[in-house]
């Protein structure tokens, strides 16, 4: 079948393995390891400035927090709130860069709608609307057009109802109503990130665990085959997030714990914009329940501290979802209950730790901090808006520090695989999750019309994305396809048929290397 995908920006088991067998050639300028967001982001950096890039990634591309986000691309607002202008600003710039240039095909705008009832004091209306007006500056001022996120105003209680059919009535006297943008889906982000770092050379390599750091030197062993390589390199970034260990002694990393709810968007009258229900206690702090795709809202979050090990895959305790339900509930007519729970999940920030003694106080600064035993350079702390910038720091420093040639930073005018205008007649719902590659996906039917086909009813996922899933963004496992490829997996009753589909589709896949916490 042919491709219309660039061949080079294509992943897929045969390049990983001619990636893995190349590694010992010779040294390249950078490793990067950890391939969530801001691993895949600082490949992406350094190979579109001219470097010789290998990331490596122990598991799948997004497998940690990188898939477990609340899927929104802030414009910094809560950052405003608390008085940290220069998050803010770096949140908003970011977002325009994202919205406008990088991924305008996997970002859209969303409608915030904070209902207002007797939990939201006039005067706490009154201050929520000018940082809405502060964050509409911040906007104006990086650039991003109001077509894109129009101006935040005070709407009536009748336009609350029909944007949020289930807001609670008594007491209702309005809404605020400002926009952000929504990833269509974190993972797939990453992923397109992953892809065109490959299409700019470098070599993307998951289920590849870096076993230990040595100056100059990563020991690599391939999860797949047990077999053990090295790679010499001049630099070293270590972007695991929660799971890296080097830290400098005056800064702590404090993960927290952010937790999610799912329900069908029916139970909560299908909403078209983000309801938004303060916590009580906390100014600037809200739950939100946000509409996803495939019929779904999802509610988070929660920001606590989180001791311990890092499970790979993590779910909201009782105590969490209660706090969840019980704060969005305020806002509802019609309270949830556990049953309404049709999934969830939680992922873990690297928070770097402050002055506060809550996790919601840790700061979303990054941080870089060099190893002095092997010159490794660990990248810590952050936010998913502000990967881009995270990553050109990042290369910034190796470029320095290695003494290494390369080419300015280019990726705020970087637009990523499947960006740009796709070809009329396209399936639309293919349009929206892979942009101007909905044509590769689509051609999968040509030849066997059947790939086109739902793999179940109500699922309207095909076996042409599941193939296109292995043929060109590194799908390697079942659980790649359905928890990242596609979200479906997050649908506790839909993962068997899911699981099943995929296997009847791309039988040589591996079935997981996974373990649930």
Request: net charge negative.
């Amino acid at each position: 079948m042919a491709s219309h995908t660039p061949h080079d920006a294509a992943l897929n088991d045969a390049r990983r393995e001619r990636d893995l067998a190349d590694l010992a050639d010779v040294p390249v300028d950078l490793v990067v390891i950890g391939g969530g967001f801001t691993g895949v982001g600082v490949a992406l950096d350094a190979a579109a400035r001219g470097l010789s890039v290998v990331l490596i990634e122990r598991r799948d591309l997004a497998s940690g927090t990188s898939s477990w986000s609340s899927k929104l691309a802030h414009g910094g607002l809560r950052y405003l709130a608390k008085g940290d202008v220069p998050i803010a600003w770096e949140s908003a710039v970011e977002r325009g860069h994202l919205m406008s240039q990088i991924a305008p095909h996997l970002i859209r705008p969303l409608q915030m709608l904070l209902p207002l009832h007797s939990g939201v004091s006039l005067v706490d209306a009154t201050m929520l609307g000018a940082g809405f007006l502060a964050g509409d500056v911040l906007r104006m001022l990086a650039r991003t057009p109001k077509s894109l996120l129009p101006h935040p105003r005070r709407v009536s209680a009748a336009d609350v109802l029909q944007l949020a059919p289930a807001t609670a009535t008594a007491g209702l006297r309005g809404g605020l109503l400002n926009w952000d943008g929504q990833l269509v889906d974190d993972a797939r982000l990453v992923v397109a990130l992953a892809r065109t770092a490959a299409a700019h050379g470098a070599r993307i390599i998951t289920y590849a665990a870096a076993t230990g750091i040595e100056s100059g030197q990563v020991h690599v062993t391939d999860q797949l085959s047990g077999d053990r390589r090295m790679i010499r390199a001049k630099q070293i970034v270590n972007a695991t997030g929660v799971w890296a260990d080097t830290l400098s002694d005056d800064v702590e990393l404090a993960p927290s714990k952010g937790s999610h709810l799912l329900v069908r968007a029916e139970r909560i009258g299908s909403p078209t914009a983000a309801i938004t229900a303060p916590v009580p206690g906390h100014f600037g702090r809200f739950v939100f329940a946000v509409p996803w795709h495939d019929g779904l809202v999802m509610i988070g979050l929660t920001d606590d501290p989180h001791n311990g090990p890092i499970p790979e895959r993590a779910r909201p305790d009782e105590d969490e979802r209660a706090f969840l339900l019980e704060t969005i509930n305020a806002v509802l007519q019609n309270p949830l209950t556990s049953d309404d729970i049709v999934g969830s999940y939680a992922g873990f920030r690297p928070l770097l730790k402050s002055k506060g003694n809550s996790s919601a106080d840790l700061s979303r600064k990054h941080a870089l901090l060099r190893d002095p035993r092997t010159g490794a350079l660990a990248i810590v702390g952050g936010k998913l808006t502000g990967y881009r910038r995270m990553a050109e720091d990042a290369v910034d420093a190796v470029v320095e520090a290695g003494g290494l040639k390369a080419r300015p930073c280019s990726t705020t005018m970087l637009s990523l695989v499947g960006a740009g205008t796709p070809r009329p007649g396209l399936p639309e719902h293919l349009v929206q999750r892979y942009g101007t590659d909905a044509e590769t996906v689509a051609a999968y039917g040509v030849d066997d019309p059947e790939l086109n086909e739902p793999v179940r009813s109500g699922i309207p996922f095909t076996g042409a994305e599941i193939r296109f899933a292995v043929e060109h963004e590194l799908a390697i496992t079942v659980e790649d396809v359905i928890d990242r490829r596609t979200r479906w997996g997050l649908v506790d009753a839909d993962r068997g048929d899911l699981a099943a589909a995929v296997r009847r589709h791309a039988p040589e896949l591996n079935e997981t290397t996974e373990e649930e916490g």
